[in-house]
């Protein structure tokens, strides 16, 4: 991905596409400064990495009045915590570029000078790792019926490392609609005997939910989202994410 101009940035805050209420999406990596500086220091301050922290701060058109609409759905999140996925300026697209993590929705801030579109500003503070990893599942696609996504080809997982995944359930339509989500991988892309690492809770309304594996090796290396569909009628939009951490 060369240079460019941000036009496209998605941004996904637990089961809200925050995408056409906002105008800016930052996010922020960092790691504390530990200072080890000592007599053989050489006259030179010395440092060392400590705890790692990441940072999701938004701002955008104040909108209110359905639980669809940016206000109602930042009341309700302030001081939870969910899955944050954001686009590197591309269209969420599997196989486009995700930073993701789990976090707490810390502080809103609405409205402003008169005469001014009314604004918001929002930040989420990480509770997880900050994954820099793909997205496994388009926003804009129906699921009405039990699938599988697109194989990604993300790699092995180390030991000590884990396979990291969010899913935002962005709309929800049918009599008594459930979905089940779940992380699996596979030694090439066929998938011919798929094995499950993680499985997500039903989920029968919008919402989302993160999802990790427990630091064991991983010697596939090919990876993908499967779901479960139940209702009358079920159809559900949601958008996936996938990395290792």
Not at 52 to 79: F, K, N, P, R, Y
Request: proline letters at 4%.
């Amino acid at each position: 991905m060369g240079k460019s101009v941000l036009t496209n940035v998605r941004c996904f805050a637990v089961g809200l596409d925050l995408t056409s209420a906002s105008n800016k999406i930052e996010v922020t990596a960092s790691v504390e400064e530990k200072p080890t500086t000592n007599y053989g220091s050489d006259g030179y301050t010395e440092v060392v990495g400590g705890l790692a922290s990441a940072e999701i701060a938004g701002e955008g058109q104040w909108e209110a009045g359905d639980e669809t609409l940016v206000d109602d759905v930042t009341w309700d999140q302030l001081g939870g915590v969910g899955p944050w996925s954001i686009s590197a300026n591309n269209s969420a697209a599997v196989g486009g570029l995700a930073y993701f993590t789990r976090a707490m929705r810390a502080d809103y801030t609405l409205l402003g000078e008169v005469g001014e579109v009314a604004p918001w500003t929002s930040t989420a503070k990480s509770s997880w790792p900050l994954v820099r990893g793909q997205f496994a599942h388009p926003p804009g696609t129906a699921r009405t019926a039990n699938g599988t996504g697109t194989a990604l080809e993300l790699g092995a997982v180390p030991a000590g490392k884990r396979v990291y995944a969010a899913l935002h359930v962005l709309s929800v339509a049918g009599t008594t609609p459930s979905i089940t989500a779940r992380v699996e991988s596979s030694a090439d892309d066929t998938f011919a005997d798929p094995t499950t690492h993680a499985t997500f809770d039903a989920a029968t309304e919008a919402g989302g939910q993160a999802v990790r594996t427990d630091g064991t090796a991983i010697t596939d290396t090919w990876w993908r989202l499967a779901w479960n569909v139940t209702g009358t009628s079920p159809s559900f939009l949601f958008a996936a994410a996938l990395g290792i951490g």
